[in-house]
């Protein structure tokens, strides 16, 4: 199987979400999509976590509402992680090069000699430091402190659009899929030739689908397709 991931409808191929960093070090965060059990909520705290380096426990999701985000495409097309998830890591990117900015200024004053690089600042469990000087450190929290008290804005939005994607429904040319997924799956199937009684002896199945933000959910997601074919 090949599957293609993006909406053939080139317009819908767009996300943006609000990101918001508080003085206690917590963020939180508005999309588009919408969680219906398939895990995009917990796929887009675990985004934001990681950009920021700190816990998952610390991002919050707020339910999707238009009064936060403007003009959403449909969660669906199996693009909404890549649509809403980019567009708050762009979010993101951001406040955090402007923390980056507070932090060099910061680290510069603690050391003589060490002038202000936003290229050496790292963050780095729930810490953020200089790489020039890595035992002086400080919390995430505290830099969002330093950045409020500079007057720093830390509210950001972002916005993705899905590249290199075109397609023409009348000349039915183009290319409307960004990537795909691949997948195949092959069943061990007995059938009894008098009763007509079918027995699902095995199943293998493997889905190639690069690097998984989240490789729980993914495969759930996948055992739960494959289960709904056995049953379909």
Known sequence: MKFGISFTTTFLNQGNALVNVYRDGTVQVSTGGTEMGQGLNTKIRQLVADEFAISY???????????????????????ST?????AAVNACQ?????????????????????KPSVKQICFEDNSVFDERNQKNKISFRKLVQLAFMERVSMGERGF?????????????????????????????????RFTGQLNLE???LLIDIGESINPGIDRG?????LFKEWDG
């Open 57 to 79: 426990q610390d991002v919050k999701l707020m339910i999707t509402s238009t009064e936060k985000n403007n003009n959403t495409p449909p969660t669906a097309a199996s693009a």
């Open 160 to 192: 993705y659009q899905t590249p290199e994607i075109h397609f023409n429904r009348d000349t039915e040319k183009g290319e409307p899929f960004f990537y795909y997924t691949m997948g195949a799956s092959v069943s061990e199937v007995l059938i009894d």
């Open 82 to 86: 890549d649509l809403n998830g980019i």
């Open 202 to 204: 095995r199943s293998d």
């Open 221 to 225: 997601q996948i055992i739960g397709g």
């Open 94 to 114: 951001k406040i955090r090069s402007k923390l980056c900015a507070v932090a060099s200024k910061y680290f510069a004053t603690q050391k003589r000699g060490l």
